[in-house]
Nanobody, 123 residues
Framework: QVQLVESGGGLVQAGGSLRLSCAASGRAIRSNAMAWFRQDPGKEREFVAAISWKGDITYYADSVKGRFTISGDNAKNTVYLQMNSLKPEDTAVYFC????????????????WGQGTQVTVSS
């Protein structure tokens, strides 16, 4: 079984930065891509960013493009999300997820999820 654990969340003021980490343990065979999603209470989980290990290709939601950067460290089985120029609307619980697809296109293509880490941006 694959286990994902997020860390790095916290409270910051608008314009600040945070770096989230997601450490994976257990079997990681066929783990071809990892991604970050976020969700506020009462809202649907939304895609934030993803990285495909095949060619280190990255994908970003329009709302975070230019501000967030996703990266990974295969040796440590860890994926990161560098968040700069944070806005109050970025406030949410951020979840890490993995996919067996090298180019996932929907939330249904992710099979393992972390418990989430809270990010709060004050204005």
């Amino acid at each position: 079984q694959v286990q994902l654990v997020e860390s790095g969340g916290g409270l910051v003021q608008a314009g600040g930065s945070l770096r989230l980490s997601c450490a994976a343990s257990g079997r990681a065979i066929r783990s071809n891509a990892m991604a970050w999603f976020r969700q506020d209470p009462g809202k649907e989980r939304e895609f934030v960013a993803a990285i495909s290990w095949k060619g280190d290709i990255t994908y970003y939601a329009d709302s975070v493009k230019g501000r967030f950067t996703i990266s990974g460290d295969n040796a440590k089985n860890t994926v990161y999300l560098q968040m700069n120029s944070l806005k109050p609307e970025d406030t949410a619980v951020y979840f890490c997820a993995r996919s067996t697809y090298y180019s996932p296109r929907s939330i249904r293509e992710f099979d393992y999820w972390g418990q989430g880490t809270q990010v709060t941006v004050s204005s």
